[in-house]
């Protein structure tokens, strides 16, 4: 496998009591997370917008984990053009007291500036006069990168996410009591939690990102960023990209019914693996 592993050590086998928080090992509530929404178009291609694309992935995720996991709530954070916020958007999810937390982005690279010389222009310095050269900046939008890559929660966000763990304690543990604000003990605990979950939430974007692998899909691995809706959310969680917008054959793909349908399929397969191991 070609997925590359983050560089840092997780604690999944120091505390093994905790990798099944929530539920125990069932995972029985998902969040599906359509990244951006209403005036926050997010990343454009030449004719479609990751709005709208990340939409409709997210539909058919959920509509795979409905007629394939009968066990499994799926829940929304949108099901049509509007934007929540994203602070709603973890909240939804803590609320729900979901078990996993999957946003759906499309990815896009940074435009590529180009000054190009169109001629000069005769200015005076003093008594002299000289040509300087005059540019047009251009600014090239279409790029060629392509492929998949899946983010788990950076490092310097685990303060947030241990806040939420605090917060929604009753979720997040099975045994009552244990997580009380007036016990000394308990931010070792919630930050043990914050670990498991970041052990979890690797595991799941490594299972997905394999499943891209399979497809033939360029796999960019499992990476690590601050990301706001992974660090409010009192579970674990992945933010998948899908595709490059701005590069044409990936946009073409992405608005397939067939590019759709795969990636759709590489997001449940990968969900169905992770379910499969923890509920062994």
Do not use: W
């Not at 983050?6 to 125990?24: D, E, R, T, W």
């Not at 058919?60 to 799926?74: A, H, P, T």
């Not at 890559?149 to 009753?170: F, P």
């Not at 793909?253 to 191991?277: C, L, P, T, V, W």
Request: hydrophobic residues 35%; glycine residues 10%; proline residues 2%.
């Amino acid at each position: 496998m070609r997925t590359r592993f983050l560089a840092f050590i997780v604690v999944m086998g120091l505390f093994p009591s905790l990798i099944y928080a929530g539920n125990g090992n069932k995972i029985t509530k998902i969040v599906l997370d359509a990244g951006h929404g209403g005036k926050d178009i997010g990343a454009r291609g030449k004719y479609s917008m990751e709005k709208d694309l990340a939409l409709d992935i997210a539909l058919r995720v959920g509509r795979l984990i409905k007629e394939n996991m009968s066990d499994v709530q799926v829940i929304y954070t949108r099901t049509s053009d509007e934007y929540p916020t994203l602070v709603d958007r973890h909240e939804i999810a803590n609320k729900a007291q979901a078990d996993l937390f999957i946003a759906i982005h499309i990815n896009s690279t940074a435009d590529r500036i180009e000054r190009r010389l169109i001629g000069h222009k005769t200015v005076r310095r003093g008594r002299k006069r000289i040509k300087q050269p005059i540019y047009q900046v251009i600014r090239h939008h279409e790029g060629t990168s392509k492929g998949t890559e899946t983010y788990v929660l950076g490092l310097h966000r685990n303060g947030q996410k241990e806040e939420a763990i605090g917060e929604y304690s009753e979720s997040v543990s099975e045994e009552p009591g244990l997580l009380n604000e007036n016990d000394p003990q308990t931010d070792i605990i919630v930050s043990q939690y914050a670990q498991a979950f970041l052990s979890r939430s690797v595991a799941l974007g490594t299972k997905i990102q394999q499943q891209f692998y399979n497809q033939g899909r360029q796999d960019f691995g499992v990476k690590q960023k601050g990301l706001e809706v992974l660090a409010g959310s009192a579970m674990p969680g992945v933010l998948v990209e899908c595709g490059f917008i701005n590069n044409p054959e990936e946009e073409d793909y992405m608005n397939s019914d067939r590019g759709q349908k795969e990636i759709a399929n590489a997001i449940f397969k990968g969900i169905k693996a992770y379910k499969n191991d923890m509920e062994k």
